[in-house]
């Protein structure tokens, strides 16, 4: 090895080193800039309970790529929303991305306009804004059966002062409730969350890069890049595969999945659609159980602890894709052992049925 690769390689191990041991100090200080940022102009409401923002907070700051922080974000608003939707913003339009509760096919179609409405006024001014649904964009409305009337809350979603993109929410069909305080924190911990992976990435390439390249792309279109549909690839298929894509630094699993056949071109659609059912549906048992999640790990009996909700999210997966060509590519399983088992499937303990 040349001298300069080595010297290359001294540095990107050292600079990592140096990020991971200040990972705990940035997930204080964000804590601490956001509340500062919200202040007591904007108190949470009795009803909601710290913890529970605390918990949802967790998650976010435990993704380590950007689409799983968003989509942290997107679980954790259901806490305090009936329904809740995430919009990326992209050359002048607000491009419909996931939801909760609300029509995501027929979202992922939307294209609004951010020059018009409250859509306007939120990614303008970057300012948050509760106004009447309709307000919010007519066809939006419309598209999704919402009544005009309804009060919905916009967030923008500001990365390196750029509104990157903005979440959409509302009480729910059914007399629910909504806590925008609440809401909006959980939107600004994502943005510096993000602002943090962001750093971590461009460190390591920094430190990796030996030809003088440098990165170009600010933070917030890092952000776009990674969640927006494009012309050749459906926004789907990138949430499935961003994950994957950018793993922390770890060391290697001992026990990991091995790598499932290239599907038949025919097939890749309901492998992709398998594939995110199945990330979702873990990803709501780690939320949700995330004390039984550590002590599974030290005790190395995660099936045991999490029996219940395993079994029942495997049958809800088996349902859907087992009778499909997707149910070769047994994916309720790998993400259990990429998501719950960080790779490591002998943490599932020797009761897991595999």
Same mark, same amino acid.
């Given at each position: #090895? ?94 419909? !991305?996931?939801?909760?509760?609300? +029509? ?48 919905? @809350? ?23 409730? #909504?806590?925008?305080? $609440? =809401? ?8 510096? !969350? @993000? ?6 990435? $461009? ?13 170009? #792309? ?42 499932? $056949? ?43 602890? =999490?029996?219940? +909700? ?25 993400? @259990? ?10 943490? @599932? ?6």
């Amino acid at each position: #090895m040349a001298v300069s690769d080595q010297l290359d390689s001294v540095i990107q191990r050292a600079l990592g080193d140096v990020f991971e041991a200040h990972l705990p100090a940035l997930r204080a200080e964000i804590a601490r800039r956001v509340t500062e940022q919200l202040g007591p102009a904007a108190p949470v409401s009795n009803h909601t309970g710290i913890p529970e923002i605390t918990t949802a907070v967790q998650a976010i700051q435990s993704a380590t790529t950007q689409t799983d922080v968003l989509t942290a974000l997107l679980n954790g608003s259901t806490r305090f929303a009936g329904r809740a939707a995430l919009f990326v913003v992209r050359s002048g339009n607000a491009i419909g !991305w996931q939801a909760r509760g609300l +029509d995501e096919q027929v979202l992922k179609a939307l294209h609004l306009n951010t020059d018009q409405g409250t859509i306007g006024r939120v990614t303008r001014h970057s300012v948050t804004v509760i106004a009447p649904t309709r307000e919010f964009d007519p066809g939006f409305a419309s598209a999704m059966g919402i009544p005009g009337e309804q009060e919905c @809350l916009a967030v923008p979603l500001i990365v390196k002062d750029r509104v990157a993109a903005l979440m959409y929410a509302d009480a729910g069909a059914n007399g629910g409730t #909504m806590n925008p305080a $609440a =809401l909006e924190l959980l939107v600004r911990s994502t943005a510096l !969350w @993000l602002e943090v992976l962001t750093t971590r990435k $461009a460190t390591a390439a920094a430190a990796a890069t030996s030809s003088g390249t440098t990165e170009t #792309m600010s933070a917030a279109e890092k952000v776009v890049e990674a969640v927006s549909p494009a012309s050749s690839t459906p926004a789907p298929q990138m949430v499935a595969e961003a994950p994957a894509s950018a793993a922390p630094p770890v060391e290697a699993p001992s026990n990991p999945p091995a790598p499932a $056949a290239e599907p038949a071109p025919q097939d890749q659609e309901i492998h992709n659609k398998a594939r995110r059912f199945a990330k979702l549906l873990v990803d709501e048992i780690k939320l949700y159980n995330q004390e039984k999640v550590t002590q599974g790990k030290q005790n190395k009996n995660l099936y045991d602890a =999490l029996r219940d +909700d395993i079994d029942k999210s495997r049958a809800t997966y088996e349902k859907r894709y087992s009778t499909t060509p997707a149910a070769a590519g047994d994916y309720f399983n790998k993400e @259990l052992i990429r998501i719950l088992a960080d790779n490591d499937a002998s943490l @599932l303990g020797s009761n897991y049925p595999g």
